[in-house]
Structures are given as structure tokens and as C-alpha cells.
């Protein structure tokens, strides 16, 4: 199974705000750190924040940050929220797929792909969060400078 960069980006978002509890960062800030496109981004961001996993502060010292505690924001949960569709071939346009097994199986291992996500939280994927605190900073640091 494959996840689309949208899920990617929001996990990564919310390790990101996760690793720095209690501290408002940028869209900016984050895109810099992972390399990654900041208008992409920021579809991201709106989306996690409409659906009550981030909060926004406008102004010049807003930023964004997590809405509750990274225990109680379910990776399943998050994976759902951000993924279209979970369909791994097109069954229905198939001349056999009312003989075959295929789909039941697919549907089977999803349901257990999902399982295991259910299974952890924000949390959880924080385990090591001085050390991915330290990765990202070293990452954003402009060049000849430490973070």
C-alpha cells in the first residue's frame, strides 16, 4: 500500500508540531525544515486545522500548533481523514470480479493495514522526539550556520 504525499505531508506536519509542544510555528518554518513545497503545505495545514487536529493564530506572531495532546490524535484516524480512497485496484470494471478473490483479500489486508495504524498515536511516533528535534533543526539550519 502506498500512502499519497497529502498524508505524508500532514504526518509530517504533525511530528513536526508534535516535537515542539507548546510553541507556535510557521508553514514556512515546516517547509523549510522538510524540504518540501509550502503551497502544498499550506492545503495541508488548512485542512488539519478545519478538521480539529491543529489551531491557527493569525498575526505577526501567529502561527500553527497542535489542538490537543499528541495521545489523543489516532494515526488511523489521521490516515482516513486524509486519504480519498482506499481502493487498491479498480474491481469494478473488471469482467471477473464477481468470481474472484482478489477484492476480498485486498479489502482483508486494508482492514489490517488500518488496524495497526489504529494502534498508535502521535505519541507514540514521538518516542525519539530530541532526536528528531535535533534532525530538523540541523536540516533548517541556512547553510554555515548552526541550528
Known amino acids: 500500500m502506498r500512502l499519497t504525499r497529502y498524508t505524508d ?34 492545503k495541508v495545514v488548512n485542512d488539519l ?9 493569525r498575526g505577526r506572531n501567529g502561527g500553527i500548533a497542535l489542538s490537543r495532546p499528541p495521545q489523543d490524535i489516532n494515526v488511523g484516524q489521521v490516515v482516513r481523514h486524509t486519504e480519498d480512497g482506499f481502493d487498491l485496484v479498480d474491481c469494478g470494471s473488471c469482467v471477473i470480479a464477481p468470481a474472484c478473490g ?18 498508535y498515536s502521535l505519541a507514540d511516533l514521538l518516542d525519539k522526539r530530541d532526536m528528531m528535534e535535533s534532525l530538523l533543526a540541523s536540516w533548517s539550519a541556512p547553510p554555515g550556520q548552526a541550528a
Open 49 to 57: 486545522v478545519n478538521a480539529g487536529y491543529l489551531h491557527s493564530v
Open 102 to 119: 482478489l477484492t476480498a483479500a485486498l479489502h482483508k489486508a486494508l482492514a489490517a493495514f488500518l488496524a495497526v495504524l489504529d494502534d
Open 9 to 42: 505531508y500532514a504526518m509530517r506536519v504533525l511530528l513536526y508540531l508534535g516535537a515542539r509542544p507548546g510553541r507556535l510555528c510557521s508553514i514556512a518554518e515546516i517547509a523549510r525544515s522538510y524540504d518540501i513545497s509550502q503551497n502544498h503545505l499550506m
